[in-house]
């Protein structure tokens, strides 16, 4: 270990405030060497003078330090803190803008000084209310007002709730990014879609690898997902260590080979982990997530006896479970078409990269599939959340130019439901099954296992780890809840538990910790190519829309003797058909007709004063005669 590191592994383990014998014996890094030199960013030179600084006050004061054995207590929140306050120095800031009381968008600032970085930067799905919205990512209003300190965006593993938003992110933080080699092959390939890849930096770190970026030192540590090179985060501070897990399970017989490094945390414990951050989505599952092989066992058993055509849907970046997949089929001696844009991007890049083994001669173009008899095929598809547009979607709807879905079809549903997306899965399933075809989902055989821990797996990682502080994050408020008792039920004091949400800041020294204000946080609606010009009002005008239609009203008016010249004519779109409501429709003529009269006899002549008129007297008259209330536009045209 170079000099430099002991010194900043002593700072770290001081905190600059705490018992002194709370420091760990061992360093952060176990001796390792933090790699190149370029890629290195070592801890400001005035650390040291800032602790001095900090120990003289308090000799002066006689303020004693708080006593190593005494079980620490969580400060009371004092008035929160507005955004454009100064953050106190010499303080870790944990601040979470996206991932909590939410599935997806996950993203977490750390902050520390003049140096903050960034885990994970992710998306979701819009809800049914976020009409025509493509998808959600986090607000970073905050780092893009500090962009000068935000060093690096460090990525846990290659899903779309976890690198999604890095395309509309990277446009405002030109920042580099530090993950493993799968992940970055599967960033550039999001990135190249959006004609960006050239402005970003992206260093290649393997699991278990260790490097600076400002004040942070970052240990990737392997673990267990249901994509190859995962990775749980440990960030050394120098207040402590903090280890984000991200998205994990234990699996002692995984796909790849290798398993998680339970080792590596339990080290992390021994030496003192300040706080531990845990992935909350199954905490409400009891014992242990099953592992990845049962999925082939049951793909096994799908395939015996069959001389159906299957097509199997599932997550495009369950690189694992495609390859289960790939697997099965080569062994009853099928060859394999994909289906899906983003399926067939993630099959190329993991297969050059190494991460998928395809047998030679096994893949075949989707447009040869009708050349091969139906128990010779295996066809393996997106669509398996029954996304409008996807290619199992299309299959069932009759629409996909190369499938046709019937009865010689057997179609394996490889996933579970996301809350939420139950009534379009079924909706499919009943369409599929229409069809003729038959389907066999979650309800009626296992083909699917979670790639996130349960309760048992939790809390091991917390016996392992023993932190301090602990922050359940990952998961809506049920989740969070849960996980919180199960840190309880380790041994963990309760008030050193945080269940916090998005935009609220955890302030953490050696020895405390506190939510101290908020950050300004949310969600940016991205829209086709427009990133956050759909706002609530334009939803809210959405959902208007499609629930009363729309009703315009058509004025000409002469500009100089501001009379009316032609109209007011009705156009109505989504509220009812004209034709067949010559009454109705005669009856709103009059009414606007009424309205610009009265303008008239009161000298209104204003063109906001006309509209607000119209609109009002319409208003009331649609809804006396139909007791609904259609989105109304007065148009005034002059001549």
Not at 560 to 585: K, Q
Request: net charge positive; hydrophobic share 40%; with cysteine.
């Amino acid at each position: 270990m170079s000099e430099q590191l002991k010194k900043e592994t002593s700072l770290s383990q001081s905190g600059g405030e705490g018992p002194k014998k709370r420091a760990p014996k061992k360093s952060f890094f176990r001796g390792r060497t933090s790699g190149k030199k370029k890629e290195e960013s070592k801890t400001p030179a005035e650390e040291p003078a800032k602790k001095a600084s900090n120990a003289k006050k308090q000799a002066q004061t006689g303020k004693k330090k708080p006593d190593a054995q005494a079980v620490p207590k969580a400060e009371k929140p004092k008035k929160a803190e507005p955004a454009r306050n100064k953050p106190a120095k010499n303080r870790l800031r944990v601040i979470p803008l996206g991932g909590l009381n939410e599935i997806g968008k996950n993203m977490t600032a750390f902050e520390y000084n003049n140096d903050i970085v960034v885990i994970d930067c992710g998306m979701t799905f819009p809800d049914e209310e976020m009409l025509g919205v493509d998808l959600v990512i986090p607000d970073i209003s905050y780092l893009k007002k500090n962009a000068d300190r935000v060093r690096a965006i460090l990525l846990t593993h290659a899903h779309e709730d976890h690198i999604g938003a890095l395309p509309y992110v990277l446009r405002d933080l030109n920042v580099p990014i530090y993950c493993t080699r799968l992940t970055a092959g599967l960033v550039r390939l999001r990135l190249s879609e959006h004609r960006s890849l050239k402005k970003v930096k992206i260093y290649e770190k393997p699991a278990g690898s260790t490097f600076h970026v400002g004040a942070f030192g970052v240990e990737f540590i392997r673990i267990n997902h249901s994509v190859p090179d995962a990775v749980s985060i440990a960030l050394k501070t120098p207040a402590g260590v903090v280890v984000d897990t991200g998205d994990f399970k234990i699996d002692t017989t995984p796909i790849s080979g290798e398993m998680i490094d339970l080792t590596r945390f339990g080290e992390l414990g021994r030496q003192g982990v300040l706080l531990l951050m845990a992935d909350s989505t199954n905490a409400e599952r009891p014992g242990f997530a099953m592992s990845e092989q049962k999925v082939g066992r049951a793909l096994e058993a799908q395939f015996k006896g069959t001389d159906k055509r299957i097509l199997v849907a599932t997550f495009a970046s369950n690189v694992h479970r495609v390859q289960q997949i790939i697997n099965t089929a080569a062994k009853f001696g099928r060859k394999v078409a994909v289906s899906g844009r983003s399926l067939d991007n993630i099959v190329k890049v993991t297969t050059e990269l190494g991460y998928m083994d395809i047998p030679p001669g096994l893949l075949i173009d989707i447009n040869m599939v009708r050349k091969y008899p139906d128990d010779q095929l295996c066809i393996i598809t997106t669509g398996s959340q029954g996304e409008p547009m996807s290619a199992l979607y299309r299959m069932a709807y009759g629409s996909h130019r190369q499938v046709e879905v019937g009865p010689h079809d057997k179609i394996l549903i490889s996933a579970s439901p996301i809350p939420g997306n139950e009534k379009s899965i079924y909706s499919l399933i009943n369409e599929l099954t229409r069809r003729g075809a038959e389907v066999v989902y979650d309800k009626l055989a296992e083909m699917h296992v979670s790639g996130h821990a349960c309760q048992e797996e939790l809390k091991m990682i917390m016996a392992l780890t023993k932190p301090r502080f602990f922050m359940p994050v990952h998961g809506e408020y049920r989740h969070l809840q849960i996980n919180a008792g199960l840190a309880k039920a380790v041994g963990i004091h309760p008030n050193n538990i945080f269940i916090s949400e998005v935009g609220k800041v955890l302030e953490l020294t050696a020895n405390s910790a506190r939510f101290n204000g908020t950050v300004p946080s949310g969600r940016v609606l991205v829209d086709g190519a427009g990133v956050g010009d759909v706002g609530d009002a334009v939803l809210r005008d959405r959902k208007h829309l499609s629930e009363d239609g729309l009703i315009v009203a058509v004025v000409t008016i002469d500009g100089a003797s501001n009379t009316v010249v032609a109209g007011p004519d009705i156009v109505s779109r989504g509220f009812v058909y004209v034709r067949d409501s010559d009454e109705l429709n005669e009856g709103m003529r009059k009414a606007a007709a009424a309205a610009l009269a009265e303008c008239a006899r009161s000298g209104v002549r204003d063109w906001n004063g006309l509209k607000l008129s119209i609109r009002d007297c319409l208003s009331d008259y649609i809804f006396k005669k139909t007791k609904r209330s259609p989105m109304i536009l007065p148009v005034i045209m002059e001549v």
